[in-house]
Each structure stands twice: as structure tokens, then as C-alpha cells.
């Protein structure tokens, strides 16, 4: 096919094995279309003949103007939705700014006027007031304190006394206790409500311990402060005298702050981690069962003897270890990432949670002068969250290359 174009028309030509067929289209000066269609064969001989005038009443002059109408109904309809992604976007992150500021700004709305439950924070106006405040000796009430700990975090939180006696006007002391039951360091940070809701206006915290973040070692024991007074007015509050209440309870509840608090965060930081080339999942561990010197402790840890000791004496629960310790990672060329040698001696009980689960359960059975390596799955180490002082990442083997200086 072959196709011409001119100043008043189209031409268009066709040609088969046999026939020749033009088409061509003109624009007359009176505004008509002429269609004229001619087929010949290979002689030139004319085998039909077709033409087609179009009135110019038939005919849209004016093409280019509707062209023009749909595009711009095309670009307005485009900006109408990129306007519509530009609204929901802002509108989203508007909500996350908001969802990220509600948590402080809900505490700072708590703290100064007691909604919810949430002692009054204590400002400079109050220490004037604290020194002349007078007692309201005809009205005692009994402060009782409790204390709990989120799913997950390790920890032992009670309160040191279980209540207080005391009246409106005059200050107490009291103290919480923690302990990290488990082998890592943990982190964690705490949030209180006072009960019933209307007493937490007048439940003023002088020194507390709560919204700081509190670091404890494996084992690790902290005695934490409450230095309040319950402000005078509490007497002439008519909710609280239309209840007659005389038992005021405090609340405590401790949250790891390095626990994931969502399946969408640790998603996140599953993410991060490939992206890094960090692992996600935990690696394998095989144990070496044709290596006479191997001790098999169970599928999780083995231990590799290099030297025995004495077998007079041995590590079992409750005894107190003196030990060298060299601690590395198999899997990364034996990378040192902590050791005792050339210092002083690491000393531990045995059997009681002090050090990681894998060292506690390899370490057991040794005796005194013996040197042992312990190898460890990362189960049996630091987990999915690795050891951030000494540059562990989550989901690695670990081992500890260990000499036993004394039992006591």
C-alpha cells in the first residue's frame, strides 16, 4: 500500500497479484468530500469505478475544537487526581505526626490536670507549697501500691511495702524493686495510673521513677524511690466525698524498650536488616559428632574440651566460678569480641541466670584447671536482638573459650 497526501486530499493505493486498487479523497472549493475509488487490472483495464460525494453539511469542520475539548476534559480529570493523591498523602501523614505527638502530649495533658488516673506533676509553685501545707489529720487514707510487668520483659517488679497510712497534706516515701531475670542487658521504661480516677488530681510525685528508662545487667537489682504527698484539697473534692474514698491505689507497669511493639515494626526492621545484609532468621547449628573431644550438652550447645582439668572439683548450680573467658564468634573468623585475658579473672554463680542460657548450661560438668570452648546457637545466645555493647547482631552463633581458675 502505498499512501500520498496533498493540499486537498488523500490518495491511497493498493496492489495485489492481479488488481490495482486507488482510493482517493479531495475536498472540493464548495466545502463537499469527493471519494473516488478505481481498480484495473495488470492491462491497465478498468474493472469498476466508485464516487461518493459527502454534502458539507455532513461534515464536522470543525475537528480540531472537539480534539481540544477532550484533552483539556482529560487534563482536568488527571489534576483532580493527582490532587485527590496529594490530599490523602498530607492527610495520612498528618495522622502519623498526630498518633506520634498523641503519647507525650496525653501525658503532658495527664500530668498537669489529672484525667485518667495520672498524678500531677510536680513544678517549683508546689515546693512552697509543700513547706507550708498543713496535715488533714481527721481524714486518713491508705496508699496501696502495685506493680506489673508487659509480656515478654524478664523482669521481677514488685513494690518494697504494700501500702502506706498516711493524710492528706504530708509527704511519704516508698520504694519499688527490679531485677532482670534473664541473661541480656534489658532496658525498660515504666508508665503508673493512680485509682480511683479522681484521686490522680490531687496525687502529686515529688521524685518517681517513671517515664526514664532504666538499665539493668543480667541479675541486676534496683531499688527505685517515690518521694508524694495527696494535696490537702483532696478533702474537699465532692466526687471524691460522694464515693468516701479512703483507699487510694498507685500502679506501675515496667515495658521493655527494646521489645518489638508490633508485628509492623518488626516487619521494619526484618527490612532494614536484609537491607544491611543482616540476618532475619537464625542460622544453623551443626555439631561436630565425629569429634571425640566433643561434648554434646544437648541439639542448642556442645562444648570442646582443649585441656582437662584436675576432676576433682566441678561447676554445678550454686557454686561461685573464677574463670578466663574468651568470647567470639565462630561463623565470622573467629571475631574476639570479648576476653578476660591478660586482665582480671570473670567471677560468676553458677546455675542462677547470671550469664547467658548457652554459657550456663555449656559450663556445667567442667572442672577446676580445665579449658573449654562452648559453642552456642543463637537461641541459646543473645536471640534475634544480638548484644548492642559489643556489636553483636541478632541471629548469631556465639562461643566462649573458657578456663576454669577456681570452684569455690
Not at 491511497?12 to 486498487?21: A, G
Not at 506533676?121 to 502495685?146: C, G, I, L, Y
Amino acid at each position: 500500500a502505498v499512501v500520498s497526501t496533498q493540499s486537498t486530499g488523500l490518495c491511497h493505493v493498493t496492489r495485489d497479484y492481479h488488481v490495482t486498487s486507488t482510493a482517493a479523497l479531495r475536498w472540493t472549493k464548495s466545502g463537499n468530500v469527493n471519494l473516488l475509488i478505481r481498480t484495473v487490472d495488470n492491462t491497465n483495464t478498468c474493472l469498476g469505478l466508485l464516487s461518493l460525494s459527502v454534502p458539507r453539511r455532513y461534515v464536522n469542520t470543525a475537528p480540531n475544537k472537539r480534539a481540544e475539548y477532550y484533552l483539556r476534559q482529560h487534563g482536568l480529570k488527571q489534576k483532580r487526581a493527582k490532587d485527590w493523591i496529594m490530599m490523602s498523602v498530607s492527610i495520612l501523614l498528618l495522622m502519623l505526626g498526630i498518633s506520634a505527638a498523641a503519647v507525650p502530649l496525653y501525658k503532658v495533658f495527664c500530668s498537669a490536670t489529672g484525667y485518667g488516673g495520672t498524678t500531677k506533676k510536680h513544678n517549683e509553685e508546689d515546693n512552697a507549697k509543700v513547706k507550708t501545707m498543713q496535715p488533714v489529720d481527721w481524714r486518713p487514707v491508705k496508699v496501696s501500691f502495685t506493680a506489673t510487668v508487659n509480656p515478654g520483659l524478664d523482669w521481677e517488679f514488685i513494690p518494697v511495702q504494700d501500702s502506706v497510712a498516711l493524710v492528706p497534706g504530708e509527704t511519704c516515701l516508698a520504694f519499688f524493686t527490679a531485677k532482670n531475670n534473664s541473661s541480656r542487658v534489658i532496658t525498660g521504661i515504666s508508665t503508673y495510673n493512680v485509682t480511683p480516677f479522681e484521686a490522680g488530681a490531687y496525687f502529686n510525685k515529688i521524685q518517681c521513677f517513671c517515664f526514664d528508662e532504666q538499665t539493668l545487667n543480667p541479675g541486676e537489682e534496683l531499688d527505685m524511690p517515690v518521694f508524694f504527698y495527696i494535696d490537702p484539697e483532696f478533702v474537699l473534692d465532692p466526687d471524691l466525698i460522694r464515693i468516701k474514698c479512703q483507699n487510694v491505689q498507685l500502679h506501675y507497669t515496667f515495658f521493655d524498650t527494646d521489645q518489638e511493639s508490633s508485628r509492623f515494626s518488626q516487619l521494619g526492621k526484618d527490612v532494614t536488616a536484609f537491607l544491611k545484609g543482616e540476618r532475619t532468621s537464625p542460622p544453623e547449628f551443626n555439631v561436630p559428632t565425629e569429634d571425640s573431644s566433643v561434648v554434646l550438652i544437648n541439639p542448642e550447645v556442645y562444648r570442646q574440651v582443649k585441656r582437662k582439668g584436675y576432676e576433682k572439683d566441678f561447676v554445678e548450680k550454686g557454686v561461685t566460678v573464677v574463670c578466663h573467658v574468651t568470647g567470639f564468634l565462630p561463623d565470622d573468623d573467629k571475631k574476639v569480641f570479648w576476653s578476660t585475658k591478660g586482665g582480671n579473672p570473670f567471677t560468676y554463680k553458677a546455675g542462677v541466670g547470671s550469664v547467658i542460657d548457652g554459657w550456663d548450661e555449656g559450663v556445667m560438668g567442667m572442672s577446676e584447671g580445665e579449658i573449654s570452648t562452648i559453642y552456642m546457637s543463637s537461641n541459646k545466645g543473645y536471640g534475634k536482638i544480638g548484644n548492642r555493647s559489643w556489636n553483636i547482631p541478632g541471629h548469631t552463633n556465639i562461643a566462649f573459650e573458657i578456663e576454669i581458675l577456681a570452684i569455690r
